[in-house]
């Protein structure tokens, strides 16, 4: 099994500054099939970024992905007020499924 | 729109068993790989089993390997989760959710979720 470790634990920065979130793979992951999600308090996750560095619809240019082999990165450029939530990165492989979440960054307003 | 709701989560005893439903709308049913994924209180999210469109594929977790079963029926637009042997540790929100990929992975649409408590 895949294990995704996400740094840091918990993000504190104010709107307007940018955000760089880390997962790390405990062995490689095909980039196709790492994807990133945000999770606002009560709600559902949300696809943002999905084969690494796409963005999913709907989803403003300031979030980026990045990252490959073992380690990927999640950026938002420019912080605004909704973007403050909690972000997942997860990987999905084949034969058999193997689907697996790292274990989240809190982003909160400092 | 796509719309996906579920339904028939509750409190149950360790050792009993309940069914979730997933009523989907706004996209073709039976085209479309299905997935449930839960989330224990104030925990990470867990993805728990997928299907194909036509049913035919099944993808369990190891966690629930032999106690869950999913299933469709393409003719009422529904996923199904049955829960046998349930644990205290598969209480969690369970979320139905829309794969973009033929297979299970690519979460793109979720539903509300549906809260499933295993107490005594």
């Known amino acids: 099994e895949i294990v995704l470790t996400q740094s840091p634990g918990t993000l504190s920065l104010s709107p307007g500054e940018r955000a760089t979130l880390s997962c790390r793979a405990s062995?490689?992951?095909?980039?196709?099939?790492l994807a990133w999600y945000q999770q606002k308090i009560g709600q559902a996750p949300r696809l943002l970024i999905y084969?690494?560095?796409s963005r999913a619809t709907g989803i403003p240019d300031r979030f980026s992905g990045s990252g490959s082999g073992t380690d990927f990165t999640l950026t938002i450029s420019r912080l605004e007020p909704e973007d403050f939530a909690v972000y997942y990165c997860?990987?999905?492989?084949?034969?058999?499924?193997?689907?697996?979440f790292g274990q989240g960054t809190r982003l909160e307003i400092k | 729109e796509v719309q996906l709701l579920e339904s028939g989560g509750g409190l149950v005893q360790p050792g009993g068993s309940l069914r979730l439903s997933c009523a989907a709308s706004?996209?073709?049913?039976?085209?479309?790989?299905m997935s449930w994924v839960r989330q224990a209180p104030g925990k990470g999210l867990q993805w728990v089993s997928g299907?194909?469109?036509?049913?035919?594929?099944?993808y369990y977790a190891d966690s629930v390997k032999g106690r869950f079963t999913i299933s469709r029926d393409n003719s009422r637009n529904t996923l199904y989760l049955q829960m046998n042997s349930l644990r205290a540790d598969d209480t969690a929100v369970y979320y139905c959710?829309?794969?973009?990929?033929?297979?299970?992975?690519?979460?793109?649409?979720w539903g509300q979720g549906t809260l499933v408590t295993v107490s005594s």
């Open positions: 299907i194909s469109g036509s049913g035919v594929t099944t």
């Open positions: 997860q990987q999905y492989a084949y034969s058999p499924p193997w689907i697996t």
């Open positions: 959710a829309k794969d973009l990929l033929p297979a299970p992975g690519r979460f793109g649409y």
């Open positions: 084969g690494a560095s």
């Open positions: 062995q490689s992951v095909s980039s196709d099939y």
């Open positions: 706004g996209f073709t049913f039976s085209s479309s790989a």
